[in-house]
């Protein structure tokens, strides 16, 4: 009797264990609650700018967007500018909107002395960027782990007018896998409202060397792209275009 009673309690307290953690496992942990938050890359130098961070709370993909890397090309700083209110259902989403705010602040391509910091990137695997703010930002996108990256620029003429060597109305991207299916959605989606072939929107490959795009994309195992649009057509209009390409990438990863 004494060896079946052991038995027993031992059972017992097996069965009981097994209920408490069943019971413990099947409560679902709280959800981490999403935030915004600003923070300040470059800080205490003279090309500080402003970096928002959006956490939906959930599990997926890192997107950062950027604007304003030459300054002189509005429609991509107003437009990054207005997606940092956007309500993203997982993942987190990072937007420096006026990254090279000093030449912002003068309307030039780049601040004079400085050069062009869309080619201030490394150009090898083991570079380095070159000067302090393409440092600044080369630090957030290793920082926050960043999968995939958006950078809007404008060009000064149409990319299908073989006349003109600008890349306006065009999306680069550094090739990676499963990658081309994405852009070549953001490309359909943009041309089927346009009608104009020659304003319909180019998918090319391979961003110049030395740009944030080509380095993160090469490098850093970031699927990133440069959205272009053309100065030629109306500031509202490029906007639009340049909202639009992002809140596609946003929605084909289910964002949004």
Request: charged residues 20%; hydrophobic residues 35%.
């Amino acid at each position: 009797m004494k060896r079946v009673s052991t038995k027993l309690r031992w059972f017992t307290s097996l069965f009981l264990l097994a209920f408490i953690l069943s019971t413990v496992l099947a409560v679902p942990l709280p959800a981490q609650a999403s935030s915004s938050q600003k923070v300040v890359i470059a800080k205490g130098t003279v090309y500080a700018t402003n970096m928002y961070i959006i956490r939906s709370g959930k599990p997926g993909p890192v997107v950062m967007i950027v604007g304003g890397v030459h300054g002189n090309e509005s429609a991509g700083y107003i437009a990054a500018g207005r997606m940092i209110n956007t309500n993203i259902k997982k993942g987190t989403l990072i937007v420096l909107p006026r990254a090279n705010k000093r030449a912002i602040d003068r309307n030039v391509r780049y601040y004079k002395g400085h050069g062009d910091l869309n080619r201030d990137f490394p150009t090898s695997k083991y570079g380095t960027p070159d000067g302090t703010l393409a440092k600044a930002i080369w630090a957030a996108v290793k920082k926050y782990d960043v999968d995939y990256l958006m950078d809007m620029h404008e060009g000064y003429n149409y990319s299908k007018l073989k006349s003109s060597s600008s890349v306006g109305q065009s999306l680069i991207y550094y090739p990676a896998s499963y990658f081309r299916s994405m852009v070549n959605s953001i490309i359909y989606r943009l041309n089927s409202n346009i009608s104009t072939s020659y304003k319909k929107f180019s998918l090319l490959r391979y961003p110049a060397k030395g740009s944030l795009t080509r380095a993160t994309g090469q490098y850093l195992g970031c699927k990133s792209f440069i959205f272009e649009t053309c100065t030629k057509q109306k500031l509202s209009t490029r906007i639009y275009y340049q909202q639009r390409a992002a809140k596609t990438l946003l929605s084909k990863l289910n964002m949004i």
